[in-house]
T-cell receptor, first 112, second 113 residues
Framework: NAGVTQTPKFQVLKTGQSMTLQCAQDMNHEYMSWYRQDPGMGLRLIHYSVGAGITDQGEVPNGYNVSRSTTEDFPLRLLSAAPSQTSVYFC???????????FGSGTRLTVV | GDSVTQMEGPVTLSEEAFLTINCTYTATGYPSLFWYVQYPGEGLQLLLKATKADDKGSNKGFEATYRKETTSFHLEKGSVQVSDSAVYFCAPNYGGSQGNLIFGKGTKLSVKP
């Protein structure tokens, strides 16, 4: 039982480059979310999805895109990386509203 | 909007000391309440939860009671160990259309032998 799998674990990008952070879960969870974690800021919600084909913006969506073509996958795209996007990114999933979330192990991204 | 406030860290304790980390949430609605723990270099793990007033969540010696009258969910442990050193996050889930967690800023706990 893999849970929530994120790839890559580490990534260095140059300013202006684009990339996709992958997230996959094998628990048939409908709810999936992307968070970023910055020192002293806790976790902030970037985008979320309540099911395949349905996505919406969270607290800090600028500079990021998401799509949800399947229940299992929820990739996060950085359109044009900026140093302000240097952070640790976590993907999480849940089986229902009001329930706890299962987190992936994170992607540490550095933009230079 | 909905929010959560947890005690600022870092917190440094000696082994076997008593731990309390305070957490209060806004009273909008009737959230489920969670504590997550993040060990160094790892992702977040669910530590415990409570879904209704007066419920007590417990796990690994940690406890927290859902106090609706004070909108609080304080985390406690009677005797901490070095292995409890981690960052602890309080996170209500208000449900609603998106059902997302709202995180506190985290409290870093260091336990010294």
């Amino acid at each position: 039982n893999a849970g929530v799998t994120q790839t890559p674990k580490f990534q260095v990008l140059k300013t202006g480059q684009s990339m996709t952070l992958q997230c996959a879960q094998d628990m048939n969870h409908e709810y999936m979310s992307w968070y970023r974690q910055d020192p002293g800021m806790g976790l902030r919600l970037i985008h979320y999805s309540v099911g395949a084909g349905i996505t919406d913006q969270g607290e800090v969506p600028n500079g990021y895109n998401v799509s949800r073509s399947t229940t299992e996958d929820f990739p996060l795209r950085l359109l044009s990386a900026a140093p302000s996007q240097t952070s640790v990114y976590f993907c999480a999933s849940s089986y229902s509203k009001g329930a706890g979330y299962t987190f992936g192990s994170g992607t540490r991204l550095t933009v230079v | 909007g909905d929010s959560v406030t947890q005690m600022e860290g870092p917190v440094t304790l000696s082994e076997e000391a008593f731990l309390t980390i305070n957490c209060t949430y806004t009273a909008t609605g009737y959230p489920s309440l969670f504590w997550y723990v993040q060990y160094p270099g790892e992702g977040l793990q669910l530590l415990l939860k409570a879904t209704k007033a007066d419920d007590k969540g417990s796990n690994k010696g940690f406890e927290a009671t859902y106090r609706k009258e004070t909108t609080s969910f304080h985390l406690e442990k009677g005797s901490v160990q070095v292995s409890d050193s981690a960052v602890y996050f309080c996170a209500p889930n208000y449900g609603g259309s998106q059902g997302n967690l709202i995180f506190g800023k985290g409290t870093k706990l260091s336990v010294k032998p």
